[in-house]
Nanobody, 120 residues
């Protein structure tokens, strides 16, 4: 079974930094996109950043210049370095992966979500 396990959320003061990690495990034969979405209370889920297999990275306009997504293909792990955090970055951050697994016909997988809270 494929699993996405996240870590690194928590409470941080505005202006601070956090680093999120997401590791994909299971019998994976292809890993395409890995990325992060977030959902704040009362708001729709939005894409934060995504890293494609060819190295292409995309970011939400609201995080450009502050967040950096990176990936370790050997570990099937994606990271989100979040700097200069703002109150409006407070949300549940969920890891997403589009991949191929020997054990399933599914291609889309989600992590359990990790809370990021930015305080003033």
């Amino acid at each position: 079974q494929v699993q996405l396990v996240e870590s690194g959320g928590g409470l941080v003061q505005a202006g601070g930094s956090l680093r999120l990690s997401c590791a994909a495990s299971g019998r994976i034969y292809r890993l395409d996109f890995m990325g992060w979405y977030r959902q704040a209370p009362g708001k729709q889920r939005e894409l934060v950043a995504r890293h494609s297999g060819d190295g292409t990275r995309i970011y939400a306009d609201s995080v450009k210049g502050r967040f950096t997504i990176s990936r370790d293909n050997a570990k099937n792990t994606v990271y989100l370095q979040m700097n200069s955090l703002k109150l409006e970055d407070t949300a549940v951050y969920s890891c997403y992966a589009h991949l191929g697994s020997y054990d399933s016909d599914d291609y889309d997988y989600w992590g359990q979500g990790t809370q990021v809270t930015v305080s003033s």
